[in-house]
């Protein structure tokens, strides 16, 4: 059987440069991807990935084009927790994050997969923050 890999997933946004500025300055992922590019009825927009620091699944950044889309934004998947973020050390993501102004909707706690808690990223979308007990 051939290889298969999630290779990005797309994550609706209000404005490119602010998306880009809270993945990369506040939640630390890299910035691997930012072309000019044109939507399918030739009109101008962006291809922007981010990634988290080594990681080879890339989330890319879209603008919202229309009403639809502009509605979906912070609530792509109806206001459940659709993103996890892992990270090894859980009080060190936890303290940057929230000295970087991140709005944690939960209080961090323990689960049988580890230490865990529900933010907000700069469009509303819910994350679970999850980390080793």
């Not at 080594?54 to 950044?61: D, R, V």
């Not at 502009?70 to 936890?94: C, H, I, M, P, T």
């Amino acid at each position: 059987m051939p290889s298969v890999r999630l290779d990005k997933i797309a994550i609706v946004v209000h404005d490119y440069d602010e998306a880009i500025g809270f993945f990369t300055r506040v939640l630390g992922f890299d910035l691997v991807e930012d072309s000019p590019s044109l939507t399918n009825d030739g009109r101008p927009k962006r291809w922007v990935v981010v990634r988290p620091p080594g990681a080879e699944t890339g989330i890319l950044l879209a603008r919202a084009d229309g009403d639809r889309q502009a509605a979906a934004v912070g609530s792509q998947v109806a206001g459940r927790v659709g993103f996890f973020l892992w990270v090894d050390d859980f009080g060190e993501a936890y303290e940057r994050m929230t000295a970087a102004g991140v709005e944690f909707l939960t209080v961090p706690r323990t689960e049988p997969y580890g230490r865990v808690a529900v933010f907000a990223d700069i469009c509303g979308n819910r994350w679970d923050l999850v980390g080793p007990a």
